[in-house]
């Protein structure tokens, strides 16, 4: 069996959790069902899906189907815990089943049978109640399993209201009121749930038939065990973030062992990273230099150095094409997000900084503006990563827009507006920002780069690093997504640093060598 490499289309948008705005579908799908998403990726990994991509090393060896669902069982925790350190918005959700699925059809038809027969019970005469005290025993254990070891005087009520050898006595001798139990147990949900349930709880008390009012009981309980497994979650984090680094880098030793080839990519992305470096400090010492830029440049270059290039390349990242590295693989969505995030702000600085030149010192300080326009260009480019975008025309769109506020926030603030020839020549600076040789695109671009490359370097600093001249506009933006950007490299530096500490020590031991080969020739 051919080496096992994980990847995965990235081309469908990210979120989790339903806080999480701007996610990615991927992952949300590897946290509903992570068996069928590992598989999922096991499948468009398989061989010859990137055989250009992979890089020639040591034989793949055969693996057994047991060894490959242990392995996927193993990467499926891993990626678990994960997402609970890694995603401060992570909450665990009820499944849902799709509306036309078999598994729903068959599970409304057991639940309605269920409750009709519930129904069919407490309409005989005299009324019988044996499905209605097996619910309530439910509903005691859920009541029960909300309390915390300290809620004595609530565990004894429960238990004493709650007492189904009593109630089964109450029933056989028509004395039971089912209609008092149920407001117990409201009662006691009303006590117990999160201030967020207190609507919820209310409804119930609207509610006068017994059966609807079981099913919408059993419904606010569910609620309820999510509420209290989110607290589960949100109380552990601390503690999983300490061990969380040891336990991913524990398991996926674990995938190394069983798969010795899964370090190809990550070895080839840092071996472009440090070539990279190499050729960019042979361009500032071109006396000291070859033309494959090895010598003089490979001689400088540190594995942090490397490390960091190695990252900045993934905001660069063709994901249709090219598999992830697999030590970046549970984080590509994220990392994905990023880069359409850092593209955007590309288009809007630019545009930005072309604006304010063609409108000159009038609206540099004019209050509000630069917002207005930043969210013109927002949502004009909602999309703009999808194969249907059209770029030429939002961009003609967004330079008539542009214009328009232009020219009234001259008017407003006492300016004459713009004459038809400067906003002809306003929409054609606009437009050719869609060109990829566009000069002040590739300077923006440039100045987003070195300002990420130097909040990584300093990233053991508080504070943020000088934003680069022209970016003023969107230094806030570009300060979020930097945050954001840096924890993610330092968590899965902390994660995997042994990993990349031994290939790029024999990526550098091997130019090194390249290097004091050359010098000798020479």
Not at 137 to 147: D, P, T
Not at 427 to 443: E, F, M, R, W, Y
Request: proline letters at 6%.
């Amino acid at each position: 069996m051919n080496q096992l490499k994980m990847s995965q289309n990235p081309d469908k948008p990210h979120s989790s959790e339903e806080k999480l705005s701007g996610l990615e579908d991927g992952q949300e799908e590897s946290l509903d069902n992570p068996d069928q998403s590992i598989r999922k990726r096991i499948r468009q990994s398989a061989p010859g899906s990137h055989r250009d991509d992979t890089p020639k090393s040591s034989p793949p060896r055969p693996v057994s189907i047991e060894e490959l669902m242990e392995t996927a069982k193993g990467v499926t925790n891993m990626a678990l815990a994960h997402e609970i350190v890694v995603n401060g918005d992570f909450q665990i959700k009820p499944a849902e089943l799709p509306e036309h699925s078999l598994e729903k059809k068959v599970r409304d038809i057991v639940h309605k049978a269920f409750w009709d027969c519930l129904e069919a019970q407490l309409k005989e005469d005299p009324p019988t109640y044996d499905h209605a005290i097996k619910l309530l025993g439910e509903i005691k254990e859920n009541l029960l399993s909300f309390l915390l070891p300290g809620h004595t005087r609530l565990r004894s009520q429960i238990t004493e209201v709650l007492d189904l050898d009593l109630i089964k006595q109450e029933a056989e001798n028509g004395a039971l009121d089912i209609s008092k139990l149920v407001e117990f147990v409201i009662g006691m949900m009303g006590t117990l749930c999160a201030p967020a349930r207190d609507e919820e709880i209310k409804k119930l008390k609207d509610i006068n038939e017994i059966v609807p009012l079981f099913r919408a009981i059993f419904s606010v309980l569910d609620l309820m065990k999510m509420d209290m497994a989110n607290f589960a979650v949100s109380s552990i984090r601390p503690k999983l973030m300490q061990q969380s680094a040891e336990y991913e880098r524990k398991k996926f030793q674990e995938f190394l062992e069983k798969q010795p080839n899964s370090l190809d990519l990550v070895t080839r992305w840092l071996q472009e990273a440090a070539d990279d470096l190499a050729k960019q400090r042979c361009k500032m010492l071109p006396p000291h230099c070859s033309a494959d830029g090895a010598t003089g440049g490979a001689s400088t270059l540190c594995s942090t150095a490397v490390q960091n290039r190695a990252y900045l390349k993934l905001l660069k990242w063709d994901h249709v094409n090219r598999p992830f590295p697999e030590t970046v693989l549970m984080d590509q969505a994220r990392f994905q997000e990023i880069q359409l995030e850092l593209e955007q702000l590309l288009l809007a600085g630019t545009i930005l900084l072309v604006t304010f030149s063609a409108a000159g010192s009038a609206l540099v300080d004019v209050p509000g503006f630069a917002e207005k326009i930043k969210t013109i260009v927002k949502v004009l480019l909602t999309g703009m990563h999808l194969p249907s975008f059209n770029l030429q025309e939002s961009l003609a769109t967004i330079g008539e827009k542009v214009c328009a506020e232009v020219n009234s926030c001259l008017s407003q603030h006492g300016f004459t507006p713009f004459s038809a020839e400067r906003e002809t020549g306003l929409k054609g600076q606009i437009q050719a920002v869609a060109n990829p040789d566009n000069t002040i695109c590739k300077l923006i671009d440039s100045r987003i780069e070195k300002f990420l490359e130097n909040y990584l370097a300093s990233s053991h600093q508080k504070s943020l690093p000088a934003v680069p001249g022209g970016l003023g506009p969107i230094q806030r933006e570009l300060e979020e997504i930097a945050v954001k950007y840096v924890r993610l490299v330092n968590y899965n530096k902390m994660v995997f640093s042994p990993y990349y500490d031994a290939v790029l020590g024999k990526i550098l031991t091997k130019e090194e060598s390249q290097l004091v080969g050359k010098s000798e020739e020479s």
